[in-house]
């Protein structure tokens, strides 16, 4: 019963790397989102995508970039980053877009950049 | 645009105290309205919803409802334990279905019960 599951839980990176994040759920959700939590300010949407081979901007998209290939991933690429990319990111997919349907969401990835 | 408004915590209570979180949103039309709740280490969990005027979402003794007149979800609960110690997020919806169901949150209440 894994549900959304996110990779890694915790990265350290200098200014100018990149990495991706992974998310990976198990329901056969067709939305998925990305989220950025920072102290005080909530939860904030990165990207999201309505479905396999779609994605869309959300509130907080620059400097980030996603891909969803397959139904079940949906992966978050950070191409150079930066210190103000620092947070905790979670993943997040739901079954539709119905607002009675609830976001399930994974465990976070804690991620610095140095 | 959309936006939710928390008390600031953090709110720091005995055991059996009664607990209340205010939640205030702005919006134009009629969101669906959710509280999330978050446990040291882990991610979101849903933990009641309603999405219409007058609904009473209710799980785990805690409640809220939905009053459009003052646009507010206050969430309650009449007697905590320990295990309730969290972040507790309130967040609103609009059904876009085009977009999927994107969530504004509250900037979260963190809230602490000591034995």
């Known amino acids: 019963n894994a549900g959304v599951t996110q990779t890694p839980k915790f990265r350290v990176l200098k200014t100018g790397q990149s990495m991706t994040l992974l998310c990976a759920q198990d329901?056969?959700?067709?939305?998925m989102y990305w989220y950025r939590q920072d102290p005080g300010m909530g939860l904030r949407l990165i990207h999201y995508?309505?479905?396999?081979?779609?994605?869309a901007k959300g509130e907080v998209p620059d400097g980030y970039n996603v891909s969803r290939l397959k139904k079940q991933n949906f992966l978050l690429g950070l191409e150079s980053a930066a210190p103000s990319q620092t947070s905790v990111y979670f993943c997040?997919?739901?079954?539709?877009?119905?607002?009675?349907?609830?976001?399930?969401f994974g465990d976070g990835t804690r991620l610095s950049i140095l | 645009g959309d936006s939710v408004t928390q008390m600031e915590g953090p709110v720091t209570l005995s055991e059996e105290a009664f607990l209340t979180i205010n939640c205030t949103y702005t919006a134009t039309g009629y969101p669906s309205l959710f509280w999330y709740v978050q446990y040291p280490g882990e991610g979101l969990q849903l933990l009641l919803k309603?999405?219409?005027?007058?609904d009473k979402g209710s799980n785990k003794g805690f409640e809220a409802t939905y009053r459009k007149e003052t646009t507010s979800f206050h969430l309650e609960k009449g007697s905590v334990q320990v295990s309730d110690s969290a972040v507790y997020f309130c967040?609103?919806?609009?059904?876009?279905?085009?977009?999927?169901?994107?969530?504004?949150f509250g900037g979260g209440t963190r809230v602490l019960v000591k034995p």
């Open positions: 309603a999405t219409k005027a007058d």
């Open positions: 997040a997919s739901s079954y539709g877009g119905d607002s009675n349907q609830p976001q399930h």
């Open positions: 329901m056969n959700h067709e939305y």
């Open positions: 967040a609103l919806i609009f059904m876009i279905k085009a977009a999927g169901n994107k969530l504004t």
């Open positions: 995508s309505v479905g396999e081979g779609t994605t």
